[in-house]
């Protein structure tokens, strides 16, 4: 499968201006180019001076946590999809589990977020998992499949192409649980075959399903090497260097 692997670092609400530069430098000076994607997602203030730090590395790509959904206008406080744009991002974070449980972010809103994403000519890496109760009562891959039907499954197939998928159960992530490859296998699995009914095996093969969640060094390996899983969205891990380039180094 030629699809591409990413590891995808999401700093969250974490890094001073001084301490995102060491740590974008230390990423700089520490990986190589595998053929594999990196990718940092950063607060917004980081967003220029990383770009800049990382503009000639090939495999390391920016990625904003979050945008507006309107285009510009009397938004106090929101950052928009030309804003990104103009700095040179490339990705852009949607439907993080924190956005909707602190945000009020729902399905409606973040397809109108995606919308906005793929009009502004950047990449939506779009976050779908469920929380512990829904799980234990083995209704999960139902919940992802309404996420992604909700948020995305409006789209043309050639935009659909553009969508990177993160699957993050809420009950892994910065819990230091993990869900074992079996468990992210079987969703990410459960995923593809939705998207294949929807868009066709090709588009299918062709996603990338990132798996978030407590991604460690230490469980890195044992997760990318599941047949369905693309690599990682990363919290935690992706704030220190060492960490980080071990997982980008995983596949
Ligand atoms: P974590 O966060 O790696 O710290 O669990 C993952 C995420 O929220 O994307």
Redesign the pocket.
Known sequence: MNRLKIAAG?W?MNKNFGEGLALTQALVAGSEDTGNLMILGTPYIHLQTVGGLISNSNHIKLAAQNCHQNLKGAYTGEISISMLQSVGVEYVILG???RRQYFDEGNALLAEKVNTVLEGGLLPIF?CGEALPIREAGTHVEFVAKQLKESLFHLSAEDFSKIVI?Y?PIW????GVTASPAQAQEMHQAIRALLAEKYGNEIADATSILY????KPANAKDLFSQPDVDGG??????LKPDDFIAIYNSF
Request: glycine share 22%; net charge negative.
């Open positions: 999401n969250k993080h589990s924190e976050c993160a993050e892994a992530i910065g819990t978030g969640g407590s991604v969205l990363v919290g935690g891990a992706s």
